[in-house]
């Protein structure tokens, strides 16, 4: 299995300042053969499902405010909230879907300061 | 509009059996992945399995391998999830979301998720 851990678990940011979540992988995501990197980030407010941030590591999904931005490659990976809103107050979760048995960070959760 | 409504909570014993579902409406079921993710209370996602509601192709997590059975019913554009003897580690948030376009196994957008509790 590849297992995702994240850094930090839990992240206290300022309104309007930047929040940086970590995830790094076991093994390396990037597919050689189409250069692309088999991560997704979801982000989970309380009591509602995950919803779909960003894939392919740096893809924003249809309709995901442009604050919310993914980098890296390989193994190390970032999610960047350039200017938090307290609506982004949640839990962050990556993923990887490099093989079939898709694995999931622990999740970060993101508090204001 | 795509839509994944799940049924409802269920409250069940140690041993008994349940399907729970997950109706899908507002594009063609045939055509994309259906996943199921388990969320256990306070803890984070765990990914169970996934049909191809077309022909029926499914894989599963070896966590959950012969613990669950997923299936789907094309003629009613519903995806299951179900036991045959519940435990109480079972407990769980659970929900369904669809493949994206982008990845089968990257999942947008999901169910409302179907809590199930299980006593022992």
């Known amino acids: 299995d590849i297992v995702m851990t994240q850094s930090p678990d839990s992240l206290a940011v300022s309104l309007g300042e930047r929040a940086t979540i970590n995830c790094k992988s076991s093994?390396?995501?990037?597919?050689?053969?189409?250069?692309?990197?088999?991560l997704a980030w979801y982000q989970q407010k309380p009591g509602q499902p995950p919803k779909l941030l960003i894939y392919?590591?740096?893809t924003r999904e249809s309709g995901v405010p442009d604050r919310f931005s993914g980098s890296g490659s390989g193994t190390d990976f970032t999610l960047t909230i350039s200017s938090l809103q307290a609506e982004d107050v949640a839990v962050y979760y990556c993923?990887?879907?490099?093989?079939?048995?898709?694995?999931f960070g622990q999740g970060t959760k993101l508090e204001i300061k | 509009e795509v839509q994944l409504v799940q049924s409802g909570a269920e409250v069940k014993k140690a041993g008994e059996s349940l399907k729970i579902s997950c109706k899908v409406s507002?594009?063609?079921?045939?055509?994309?992945?259906i996943g199921w993710v388990r969320q256990m209370p306070g803890k984070g996602l765990e990914w169970v399995g996934i049909?191809?509601?077309?022909?029926?192709?499914?894989r599963y997590s070896p966590s959950f391998q012969g613990q669950v059975t997923i299936s789907a019913d094309k003629s009613i554009s519903t995806a299951y999830l179900q036991w045959s003897s519940l435990k109480a580690s079972d407990t769980a948030m659970y929900y369904c979301?669809?493949?994206?376009?982008?990845?089968?196994?990257?999942?947008?957008?999901w169910g409302q998720g179907t809590l199930v509790t299980v006593s022992s």
């Open positions: 392919w590591a740096s």
């Open positions: 993923q990887q879907y490099y093989n079939t048995l898709n694995t």
């Open positions: 979301a669809r493949g994206h376009s982008s990845s089968w196994t990257v999942f947008d957008p």
């Open positions: 049909i191809y509601p077309g022909d029926s192709d499914t």
């Open positions: 093994q390396s995501v990037l597919y050689s053969s189409n250069n692309k990197n088999y």
């Open positions: 507002g594009y063609s079921f045939t055509s994309y992945w």
